[in-house]
């Protein structure tokens, strides 16, 4: 199962909005709506902040969201602050009942 | 509070065995489907294996992991456990210990424990 495709790095002002795109299969992202995102501050244990495409959990700022189209799913970041500089993964459930992370994206916020 | 945390990780040779540990708290630890994950150093995040809740019956595994990779739970001790052998450099990463909220939702995870392949 090859990794999910993410950009390397994204970057954007305070107060501007961002989207990290995560592109993988039919068999994947496309296939089934348990695509989740993470992020992971250095040093840190990821957490979780969208999962089943759109959902948000308690305690997320709303300035998080997550969508899907086809075999790309998305995190769009809006009104960026400066604690939202980590890296960010996308994960997927596949049709051999296993999981696959995206490639990872750094997120700089100028 | 809720919490998962790991243990076990240490400094192994090419080929040895090892057993991670992780204890659950906070939460209906049986009722979880519960996943490993590692994460090399400065690379990304792996997924590597994970087991159904109450008897465990239903096991995956990465395909980088699986005949070398076992993973088990003890739910009358709140625990988790990954027996990694025949150890390869590759494997050298962080371990985590996640629960699975559902199918798209690892909702909790441990601090993570080191594991280190070197001769």
């Known amino acids: 199962q090859s990794a999910l495709t993410q950009p390397a790095s994204v970057s954007g002002s305070p107060g501007q909005s961002i989207t990290i795109s995560c592109t993988g299969a039919s068999s994947d992202v496309g296939g089934y709506d348990f695509v989740s995102w993470y992020q992971q501050h250095p040093g840190k244990a990821p957490k979780l902040m969208i999962y089943?495409?759109?959902n948000r959990p308690s305690g997320v700022p709303n300035r998080f969201s997550g969508s899907k189209s086809g075999n790309t799913a998305s995190l769009t970041i809006s009104g960026l602050q400066a604690e939202d500089e980590a890296d960010y993964y996308c994960?997927?459930?596949?049709?051999?009942?296993?999981?696959?992370f995206g490639t990872g994206t750094k997120v700089t916020v100028l | 509070q809720m919490q998962l945390v790991e243990s076990g990780g240490a400094l192994v040779k090419p080929g040895g065995s090892l057993r991670l540990s992780c204890a659950a708290s906070?939460?209906?630890?049986?009722?979880?489907?519960m996943s490993w994950i590692r994460q090399a150093p400065g690379k990304g995040l792996e997924w590597v294996s994970y087991i159904s809740s109450r008897s465990g019956m239903t096991i995956y595994y990465a395909d980088s992991v699986k005949g070398r990779f076992t993973v088990s739970r003890d739910n009358a001790k709140n625990s988790l456990y990954l027996q990694i052998s025949s150890l390869r450099d590759e494997d050298t990463a962080v371990y985590y210990c996640v629960r699975m909220g559902g199918w798209g939702a690892f909702d909790i995870w441990g601090h993570g424990t080191m594991v280190t392949v070197s001769s």
């Open positions: 089943d495409v759109t």
């Open positions: 994960f997927s459930y596949t049709s051999s009942s296993t999981y696959v």
């Open positions: 906070g939460f209906t630890f049986g009722g979880y489907y």
